[in-house]
């Protein structure tokens, strides 16, 4: 009875396995990095600094702590070995933070296809493999120094793997072609093909523009393996701050680590951003977002997302993020990876959400950081951003991924306001029990007398076509006369009771030439949402 019952649990975990990936190997198929460092500057290339790129590399350490040796079969030795495609395959990326945002300094770089297991020790106990060199052993260990890793003979374009099931064609390969290309039947035959590298030392290197180097840098380094199953992928990266200094009189970059390594998205660097994954069911791979809000500032809160294709291989065609219908969006922006405007994604907005979308041959592919953001003036909420696929293939073509977006609504603007100059009424803050912080804001001429009125929303009674009451007279109250201050501005802060219903303000200034009963100036009207939760 015993061992039938796990034969059954272990038929079912291997059909669960299957079922999440169609190449999976099965649970005991792990490799995973156990340390990242030493990072290299190789040379530099273009006009005088800071004109030019940087060229750099990294060290990585992989181990097996699974129970089924790891492929490592070669990427082809010489010009003539015919080459083999189940390999650990290496991504790199570089990013550091830039005026508050966290963006991607790297190009789309080219990835190493390892070509050799060393099978030492130092992760556990060692088994050496049966087929050698061309497998990890369970235990064993293989270092790739920066200059294995930044040795162009074994880098090839991220575009041609499939980082969701791991997998690499070799026939019709960058390593085919040949580069410079050799043309012909050679371009397509499934042997390696010579390579050139010329006097360039950041060519086919993690390459990174010189004006964008500065504090703050960090570089993640990616392995993937074909038939590793997504539960396996979480030692898969592995992130590690380090420095570049440029020598004015030599014209040489210098290198330095520094930190320590830690596992998952270098998103997770970012200080004070929250990171959420995402990914197409069990068809294709994940995405991650790195949202940060901020404010707000007269009413409106800033809305800074990174998004990381970690290991989707359809890629991403548009980001959408839902807004209160009633919302007023501006300050919108977007960046990728190359310094190409003509291929920017393109922003629109459609009633309840926010969308960018890619034009034909940008779209998100994996190991790359794209950006976008916002002003809104709607509140931090739980939500679902969407993307939507690039690429036909398996699986759904839209997805969506749990993040903080614009989900509530604490105060909306009536228009009505009247007068010169112009009075304007906003929020600071959300009108939430246990927030003494609210406060309304007006902003008018300097040292200009005010009164600011509240009743029940719904009132609405034009004096001209541009001038409205939007407070019932009937049954109000106010906070006395108060003055702005030399900049024109003058906080009112309110008290927030959780019995509240929703409130409207409206300020009344004592200007001259004033247009309402030869006496007032009107601001818009603003309707409090107190103790709110999500869109009205």
């Not at 759904?396 to 105060?411: D, E, H, K, Q, S």
């Amino acid at each position: 009875m015993f061992r039938t019952t796990c034969l059954v649990l272990a038929v079912a975990a291997a059909c669960s396995d299957l079922a999440a990936q169609s190449n999976s190997r099965g649970p005991g198929y792990n490799g995973g990095l156990t340390d990242v460092g030493d990072a290299r500057a190789w040379g530099r290339r273009g006009a005088a600094y800071p004109g030019g790129e940087v060229g750099v590399s990294f060290r990585n350490t992989l181990c097996n702590p699974g129970s089924i040796p790891i492929e490592w079969q070669s990427a082809g030795t010489s010009t003539t070995a015919q080459m083999l495609e189940d390999h650990p395959k290496f991504s790199f990326l570089v990013a550091r933070e830039i005026n508050g945002r966290f963006v991607q300094i790297s190009d789309w770089s080219y990835c190493k296809h390892a070509f050799l297991s060393t099978n030492s020790p130092g992760c556990g106990s060692c088994v050496q493999p049966p087929a050698s060199g061309a497998q990890l052993g369970v235990g064993c260990s293989d270092v790739y120094s920066n200059s294995n890793n930044g040795s162009r003979v074994w880098l090839g374009p991220p575009a041609e793997i499939n980082p969701w099931l791991g997998t690499w064609s070799h026939v019709n390969s960058y390593f085919d072609a040949g580069d410079p290309a050799v043309g012909g039947p050679g371009s397509s035959d499934g042997v390696r093909s010579s390579w050139y590298a010329g006097a360039d030392e950041v060519r086919n290197r993690v390459t990174i523009r010189e004006a964008d180097v500065g504090p703050g840098l960090v570089f993640q380094i990616q392995v993937i393996h074909e038939g590793e199953p997504v539960t396996n992928r979480g030692d898969n990266i592995m992130s590690r701050p380090f420095s570049l200094s440029y020598n004015a009189g030599s014209g040489v970059w210098g290198a330095n680590t520094t930190g320590s390594s830690t596992y998952g998205t270098l998103l997770s660097r970012w200080n004070g951003a929250t990171v959420t994954t995402g990914q197409n069911g069990n068809d294709d791979g994940r995405f991650a977002i790195a949202v940060k809000v901020t404010g707000p500032t007269n009413g409106m809160w800033h809305y800074e997302y990174v998004v990381h294709n970690i290991d989707n291989f359809r890629g991403g065609a548009s980001f959408t993020v839902p807004l209160c219908s009633a919302a007023t969006v501006q300050n919108v922006g977007f960046r990728d990876i190359d310094q190409n405007a003509l291929n920017d994604w393109t922003f629109s907005r459609n009633g309840n959400e926010a969308s960018w979308t890619a034009p034909g041959g940008n779209a998100h592919r994996w190991n790359q950081l794209f950006n976008f953001w916002f002003d809104c003036n709607v509140a931090p909420n739980g939500g679902n951003a969407t993307i939507t696929q690039a690429d036909i293939g398996p699986g759904a073509l839209t997805f969506p991924v749990a993040t903080t977006v614009p989900g509530f609504l604490p105060t909306l603007v009536v228009p009505g306001g009247c007068g010169t100059p112009s009075c304007t009424l906003s929020a600071d803050g959300l009108p939430t029990t246990g927030n003494p912080n609210f406060a309304l804001r007006i902003e008018t001429d300097p040292i200009t007398p005010f009164i600011v009125l509240f009743s029940l929303p719904g009132v609405d009674f034009p004096i001209t076509p541009q001038c409205h009451i939007l407070i019932d007279l009937f049954a109000y109250g106010d906070f006395g006369i108060m003055v702005t201050d030399p900049a024109g501005v003058a906080p009112i802060v309110t008290p927030v009771d959780p019995t509240w219903p929703d409130i409207q303000f409206q300020a009344a200034t004592f200007i001259p030439n004033p247009p309402l009963f030869g006496l007032l100036g009107l601001s818009n009207g603003l309707n409090v949402r107190y103790n709110g939760s999500n869109c009205p």
